[in-house]
């Protein structure tokens, strides 16, 4: 059944109907695959991907390297609970290497995006030291490269 | 003023244009057409191959190769034939590497075929075997597959045919643009007419890695067969290289000597950088294979479902990338059909007689598209039918 999670990852908006199609399955079963995806939380939403810089939408992304002191009994859990609760925050890692955790912020603006870093993240006791890098240009992301779709370059026939 | 029509070749003169030009002429002045008429695959080749040859070029080998090709594509040919097939050949005598499946398929009839020699060709298929049989003063004998028998090759029309003059039977399987394969017992069944008659077989099997649901059987594998047979392969489907022109030519060596002979001199040698990237695409390419295989056989799945669902009959393809539902209950003939469906509904199908005129009242569509645009061209094939 991860097939029909293919499918999907590839191209939400397909019906079930279509997957059973492709699948040689019947329709109420994809449909019962997909309700239990779910709710089992493997399937977390289907969201549209949007490349915002060719919006007016003038929003910023940055990535924040934290190196933070983990708690006693509560490792890192409880520091990141903390840090992925602000709405800004679109993405909260765990990180091996040279420091702690990565956290991904979008904010209107690079200003807006600093002082959420030195009002909120830095702050908090447990943070250590922070290192910011904003975004300049999205190449790929999720596996979605941002650019035209290149045109299909072969012969409309061929033999 | 020169009286060219009197100069050139009569026997070139002779052979049919090919009957799709007059729609790349409407396609070309026509803004947003889209088409299900390629014959290749949408996918890009794999990178860590492409990334192979550009290697080759950063490490300067920009000579030609041996005419035989390099001997380590010609190694990895014969590993992967034998793996996937079971077949066995010898590297240094029993394959040769052209320029595509097509230059292989033109230089064996040429090696093979005398002036008067009969050569039987089941139709509806590739277009390539008739002129090439004609350049080479043969008798092209088509032999009509039907829908009835899932458009495979019958002994019973085999034996209908064969006279003693047929020199070469070819076995264009799974087959371009029906979708027929022929299953082990087919082949057998052919194999029982032919062993013991001095017919040569030229097995085209450049779709042999596209086959849905069942792996595919080369009649080189049969009894009696190997010794008669050539097989011609490539890795322009299975791959999705067709722009590197790489085409791969197995059989017995007093054969391949001569097939070798016509590329030497027309040829030299298939392109050096394109041979290096088939190397890496045989040693470390069949997981590509099994992804891209799977899926177009999900979108095999879809348009079947799409053409019985608008209501035209369309045989289940086994194999290849095309589907070739009958049109015949429009009335129209099958070019009539594209020609309407391209100006009315701007959607490019090719039209079956293109493939002999046993392909009259179908046509081919190809499903090597994404979904998005397979379920586009189908609603627009279902307005055009529901117009007529
Ligand atoms: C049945 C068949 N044989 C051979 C070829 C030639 O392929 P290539 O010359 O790219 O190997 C094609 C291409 O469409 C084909 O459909």
Redesign the interface.
């Known amino acids: 059944m991860e097939r029909i999670l293919k499918i999907l990852e590839e191209n939400c908006r397909i019906t079930d109907k279509e997957i059973a199609t492709m699948l040689s399955l019947d329709e109420s079963a994809v449909a019962r695959a997909r309700a239990e995806y779910e709710k089992a939380g493997v399937i977390m939403g289907y969201k549209a991907c949007i490349d915002w810089d060719k919006t007016e939408d003038e929003s910023t992304v940055a990535m924040i390297e934290l190196k933070v002191t983990p708690q006693y009994g509560e490792g890192f859990d409880k520091i990141a609970k903390r840090i992925y609760d602000y709405p800004e925050v679109e993405s909260v890692y765990l990180m091996s290497g040279s420091f702690d955790i990565m956290v991904l912020i979008r904010g209107r603006t690079m200003k807006e995006v600093a002082m959420f870093v030195s009002t909120k993240l830095a702050p908090m006791e447990a943070v250590v030291s922070t290192s910011t890098s904003f975004v300049l240009k999205k190449y790929k992301e999720n596996g979605v490269i941002f650019r035209k779709e290149p045109d299909d370059e072969r012969e409309v026939m061929g033999l | 003023m020169m009286d060219y029509d009197r100069l050139l070749s009569q026997k070139v003169k002779e052979i049919k244009p090919?009957g799709?030009r007059k729609?790349?002429d409407i396609?070309a002045v026509m803004k947003d057409?889209i088409?299900l008429?390629?014959?290749?695959p949408?996918f890009v080749t794999p990178w860590h191959i492409r990334d192979a040859g550009i290697q080759s070029l950063q490490e300067g080998k920009t000579y030609y190769t041996s005419n035989w090709g390099l001997l380590e594509l010609r190694t990895e040919a014969a590993a992967y034939l034998k793996r996937r097939y079971g077949l066995e050949y010898k590297p240094d005598s029993e394959v040769l590497i052209t320029v595509g499946g097509s230059e292989g398929i033109d230089n064996t009839i040429r090696a093979l075929v005398s002036p008067g020699d009969e050569v039987l060709i089941p139709e509806p298929s590739?277009?390539c075997y008739q002129p090439c049989v004609l350049l080479s003063g043969g008798v092209p004998v088509p032999i009509e597959t039907k829908v009835e028998d899932e458009f495979k090759l019958t002994a019973r029309q085999l034996k209908e045919k064969i006279t003693p003059k047929t020199k070469l039977l070819i076995l264009p399987f799974p087959n371009?643009p029906t979708g027929g394969i022929m299953e082990k017992k087919d082949l057998e069944e052919i194999a029982e007419v032919i062993r013991g008659t001095d017919i040569l077989v030229l097995s085209d099997e450049i779709y042999s890695e596209l086959t849905y649901g069942l792996k595919h059987t080369s009649i080189a594998s049969i009894d009696g067969m190997w010794e008669r047979t050539v097989v011609i392969n490539g890795l322009s489907k299975s791959h999705a290289m067709t722009g590197w022109r790489i085409g791969l030519v197995f059989g017995p060596a007093p054969i391949l000597q001569q097939v070798t002979k016509i590329h030497q001199y027309a040829i030299m040698s298939a392109p050096t950088v394109s041979q290096y990237a088939a190397v890496e695409a045989l040693r470390a390419g069949d997981k590509d294979i099994e992804y891209m295989c799977g899926q177009y056989n999900?979108?095999r799945?879809?348009m079947h479902?799409g053409f019985n669902k608008m209501g035209l009959t369309c045989f289940e393809p086994r194999g290849a990338f095309y589907m070739f539902p009958s049109i015949k209950s429009t009335g129209l003939t099958s070019e009539d059909f594209c020609e309407r469906l391209l100006r009315e509904e701007k959607v490019?199908v090719?039209p079956g007689n293109?493939?002999g005129d046993s392909g009259e009242g179908h046509i081919r569509c190809c499903y090597a598209y994404s979904?998005?645009h397979i379920?586009v061209a189908l609603d627009r094939i279902e307005h055009f039918l529901g117009k007529l």
């Open positions: 090919s799709i729609f790349f396609v057409a088409s008429g390629v014959g290749e949408d590739f277009v371009n999900m979108r799945k879809l479902e490019a090719v293109a493939f979904v998005e379920k």
